[in-house]
């Protein structure tokens, strides 16, 4: 059967040149009209090691890495024993190693015993005969790829031709040969159940999760960021250190992750649209001052790229054990807004989405991103800016702080209809108040009265009642109206959900996945109805103790939480669609069967 996509791995050990070589191709597919994915994998050293990279080229919008591998290239073994329940090879897989690996087949590290014939190619000879140097082994490497998979060279050609320019003519002939090379000794091994046919003719556009994020963050108005360097967040910060001064913003690198959340605080206190970013471990630090955003009532937005936890857990990998962290990890009953992205794209819209609540809302906003995410690139359509709405906090006007009769002061938390009371800017004349971590009257003095406290709370938690009712689109539902089998997912487990689903109503199954991306206060009424009519609710995701799970049985209806089924297992890799019909049995059996 023909197959109108492609998964390609590679791995390899730093300074081989895996990642450069997997973005090369993505970049010559986004200029061919197709879509793509590129996963990249690393070792958990500080500086140096193992990489891989996982890589899908599609003729349609690719919405996770894929499961089965067309090629698998291992520049030696033991780089790639790193990553081998990542790139599991299966007995169609064509695989290429460098021939100076000497490595016996029997003692060949693969997750499961070689089912496909090994080709040792010469990627070193092959580049210092052809490029006079061993860094070329890459460019071998993407030619092999290209023969292979019976792609046409002339995009690779091109791209080597604008990536080695500023180098001489000679430099890029010589890499230009080292692709020729690569791509002849590949073509007796071509597999030919795969046809790319360009998807578009428009322009495309390759970004990754976390440069969403940053831009998703401009394009709302954040004009500060304070945070801590931390894997897999760090790149959102770069993004923002290069981009925020051009609109006039700051990013700071505090000293650590307290002093990077409380600077973000008072810059929001200031009148600044401002965020931080941390991943877990940084996460667990920021709670005590997440919960001064709340009592406080401060716009801000938190972003959490989750990886595998406990403590430092395994910093390059992908989780989702942080869900009910974010929902519940402050002390006392502290309001708050849980956001959760699901691909490249969602980083940047549920960014917007996030300074929008938190500035409408007045409220302390997590975004859960995770590693998947963050670090994978994609090639989308460009996102339509014409859609973006931007949001601010409401502030009092000038009327009103002229008018203020209390003789405390300006009443910055005062009783509302819609519970959100406007927030003055320092400097604003009658617009002084006390703000404090403190529980407080309505301009901010001190109170420790039963009732005072049970008014105040109940204000902070009551104004979050319709971020539902306002942001509906943050509920993804797909799949057949009248299934009777549904998949319930978040974060980055949408994408193996929405193919699973795909998958099953090829073969006539009916399916329907539901995504929410709104995780706290929880959509209810709107995910119940997303899972009205079916008959049994596969929940999947990627932490052990079935977080989602456990959350969602305290949420929905007795009757609606006694269809769910529990489907959960540890991170360290992301969820694949072969694994989620597994996970299905008798509803997927047909899949299986197929």
């Given at each position: 059967?023909?197959?109108?996509?492609?998964?390609?791995?590679?791995?390899?050990?730093?300074?081989?040149?895996?990642?450069?070589?997997?973005?090369?191709?993505?970049?010559?597919?986004?200029?061919?009209?197709?879509?793509?994915?590129?996963?990249?994998?690393?070792?958990?050293?500080?500086?140096?090691?193992?990489?891989?990279?996982?890589?899908?080229?599609?003729?349609?919008?690719?919405?996770?890495?894929?499961?089965?591998?067309?090629?698998?290239?291992?520049?030696?073994?033991?780089?790639?024993?790193?990553?081998?329940?990542?790139?599991?090879?299966?007995?169609?897989?064509?695989?290429?190693?460098?021939?100076?690996?000497?490595?016996?087949?029997?003692?060949?590290?693969?997750?499961?015993?070689?089912?496909?014939?090994?080709?040792?190619?010469?990627?070193?000879?092959?580049?210092?005969?052809?490029?006079?140097?061993?860094?070329?082994?890459?460019?071998?490497?993407?030619?092999?790829?290209?023969?292979?998979?019976?792609?046409?060279?002339?995009?690779?050609?091109?791209?080597?031709?604008?990536?080695?320019?500023?180098?001489?003519?000679?430099?890029?002939?010589?890499?230009?040969?080292?692709?020729?090379?690569?791509?002849?000794?590949?073509?007796?091994?071509?597999?030919?159940?795969?046809?790319?046919?360009?998807?578009?003719?428009?322009?495309?556009?390759?970004?990754?999760?976390?440069?969403?994020?940053?831009?998703?963050?401009?394009?709302?108005?954040?004009r500060f960021i304070a945070s801590y360097p931390i894997t897999p967040q760090s790149e959102v910060m770069e993004f923002l250190n290069r981009e925020l001064p051009k609109f006039g913003g700051t990013m700071v690198q505090g000293e650590d992750e307290l002093a990077s959340i409380a600077m973000s605080i008072g810059a929001s206190y200031a009148g600044v649209k401002s965020m931080t970013a941390s991943s877990g471990p940084g996460i667990s630090l920021k709670q005590e001052a997440i919960g001064l955003a709340s009592i406080a009532e401060i716009p801000l937005v938190v972003l959490n790229v989750q990886r595998v936890g406990p403590s430092t857990g395994i910093p390059t990998k992908t989780e989702q054990g942080d869900l009910l962290q974010g929902i519940f990890g402050t002390h006392g009953d502290a309001s708050k807004v849980v956001v959760g992205t699901t691909d490249v794209e969602d980083c940047f819209w549920v960014t917007v989405d996030a300074f929008n609540i938190a500035e409408e809302y007045q409220t302390p906003v997590l975004v859960l991103s995770d590693q998947f995410v963050g670090h994978r690139t994609e090639i989308v359509r460009p996102f339509d800016l014409s859609k973006l709405v931007v949001r601010d906090r409401k502030k009092p006007t000038d009327e009103a702080l002229a008018a203020v009769a209390h003789r405390h002061g300006f009443a910055r938390f005062a009783a509302?209809?819609?519970?959100?009371?406007?927030?003055?800017?320092?400097?604003?004349?009658?617009?002084?108040?006390?703000?404090?971590?403190?529980?407080?009257?309505?301009?901010?003095?001190?109170?420790?009265?039963?009732?005072?406290?049970?008014?105040?709370?109940?204000?902070?938690?009551?104004?979050?009642?319709?971020?539902?009712?306002?942001?509906?689109?943050?509920?993804?539902?797909?799949?057949?109206?009248?299934?009777?089998?549904?998949?319930?997912?978040?974060?980055?487990?949408?994408?193996?959900a929405l193919e699973a689903v795909a998958a099953l109503q090829a073969v006539g199954v009916k399916a329907r996945a539901v995504v929410p991306r709104l995780l706290w206060p929880f959509p209810v009424a709107e995910v119940e109805a997303a899972l009205a009519g079916l008959r049994a609710i596969h929940v999947v995701e990627l932490s052990y103790s079935a977080q989602f799970y456990t959350f969602l049985k305290s949420q929905l209806s007795a009757a609606v939480a006694a269809r769910l089924v529990r489907h959960a297992r540890a991170g360290g890799a992301p969820l694949g669609v072969d694994e989620v019909l597994a996970w299905l049995g008798a509803d997927g059996r047909r899949v299986a069967a197929d």
């Open positions: 059967m023909s197959r109108r996509d492609l998964v390609v791995g590679m791995a390899g050990a730093g300074g081989d040149g895996v990642v450069s070589a997997g973005e090369l191709a993505l970049n010559v597919a986004a200029q061919q009209g197709l879509f793509g994915m590129l996963v990249k994998s690393f070792g958990p050293q500080i500086r140096g090691g193992e990489s891989s990279i996982r890589l899908r080229l599609s003729s349609e919008p690719v919405l996770s890495q894929g499961d089965e591998l067309d090629v698998l290239i291992a520049f030696n073994w033991a780089d790639y024993a790193r990553f081998r329940s990542e790139l599991v090879p299966n007995a169609q897989t064509i695989i290429f190693v460098d021939e100076q690996d000497k490595t016996p087949e029997a003692d060949i590290p693969l997750a499961e015993p070689l089912k496909a014939a090994v080709r040792r190619i010469p990627f070193e000879q092959i580049a210092v005969e052809k490029a006079g140097t061993a860094l070329a082994k890459n460019i071998v490497a993407v030619g092999v790829l290209a023969g292979a998979l019976n792609l046409p060279t002339e995009g690779f050609v091109k791209a080597i031709g604008r990536r080695f320019a500023k180098k001489g003519e000679k430099v890029v002939a010589a890499n230009v040969a080292a692709l020729a090379a690569g791509a002849e000794i590949a073509t007796q091994y071509r597999k030919g159940d795969v046809h790319l046919a360009p998807a578009t003719s428009e322009p495309m556009m390759i970004i990754a999760g976390n440069d969403a994020t940053g831009f998703g963050a401009l394009a709302a108005g954040c509302t209809d819609d519970r959100i009371s406007p927030m003055s800017i320092p400097g604003m004349a009658g617009g002084s108040y006390l703000n404090s971590g403190l529980e407080h009257d309505v301009v901010g003095a001190p109170l420790s009265g039963v009732a005072g406290h049970q008014q105040m709370t109940e204000k902070r938690w009551k104004k979050l009642d319709t971020v539902a009712e306002h942001y509906p689109h943050l509920t993804v539902v797909a799949g057949a109206p009248d299934a009777e089998i549904g998949i319930l997912a978040w974060g980055s487990c949408k994408g193996a």
